[in-house]
């Protein structure tokens, strides 16, 4: 039976350590704020920021939500992120995607200052990933999986890591920041020719292939880590992962769950990303 690397334990960690960090800012006279900018009423959107304000409001991370009716214009958007860009009380911005298709939303993304970028909208954000330099922070998602082999010290030093996918969001960034913790990585995609044969001799593997169980038994060596970042809906309306859970599990020697894993790491990522900025301008 593999080791389940549960997002809950990550976490609360990542929580105790944030709600001291804010107190020691807010000593300082500086409160960590995000700006939670939202065009219409999308079901996802909402969801995701009520667990956001939720994870923000436990560590004492204010809250300022701006929401934009979906009919918005290109102008009226735009001023919205200028305005926030040049507001000091706020340290953060997450600003949800995609946005209605009337809106250019290259151009909405790239007013957004990347210093304020917490979840990697921006180029400048995503540059900084690949470079280690620069202002702005990888994308949160990709930053949980980092989270979660951290707490449970997985070292990846030296370690053959493999990532199915390459978007982005999550595959491209993940490597990087593989890349830049020491592992030797190779990234699989659609065009893989025979990726099992590729994923079986790795010691890491994370998947993000955006596809319900596409990581199956034989993708799988005994005492693998894997991570799945997949959130997929199967035909009994239950989550699932990537992953193949039930034959996969019995076979590696550590596994993330789906529900329970790296989507509950996501917003103290994000939480995280607000804490960092806000140290920032002291």
Known sequence: ??????????ADALTAKMTDDVAALKAKGVTPTIAILRVGERPDDLSYEKGAVKRAESVGVGVKSV??????TQAELIKAV????????????????????????KAVRAALAPEKDV????????????????????????QACIEILDHYGIDVTGKRAVV?????????????????????????HTKTVDMPSVTR???????AAGKAGAVTAD????????????????????L????????VEPIVGAITPVPGGVGSVTTCVLIKHVVDAASKTL
């Open 67 to 72: 929401v934009l009716d979906a009919e918005v």
């Open 219 to 238: 993708y799988v060596s005994p005492g693998q880590v894997i991570i799945d970042v997949g959130i997929n809906v199967n035909a009994e309306g239950k």
């Open 164 to 188: 199915v996918g390459r978007s982005l969001v999550i595959g491209k960034p993940v490597a990087q920041l593989l890349l830049a913790k020491n592992a030797t990585v190779t990234t699989c």
């Open 1 to 10: 039976m593999a080791n389940l690397l549960k997002g809950k334990d990550v």
């Open 119 to 142: 979840d990697c909208l921006t180029e400048g954000s995503l540059g900084s990933v690949f470079t280690g330099n620069g202002k702005g922070y990888a994308p949160c998602t990709a």
């Open 82 to 105: 200028e305005t926030l860009n040049a507001d000091k009380s706020v340290h953060g911005v997450l600003m949800f995607s995609p946005l209605p298709k009337h809106l250019d939303e």
């Open 240 to 247: 699932c992962g990537d992953v193949d859970f039930a034959a």
């Open 201 to 207: 001799g790795a010691e890491i593997i994370i998947v």
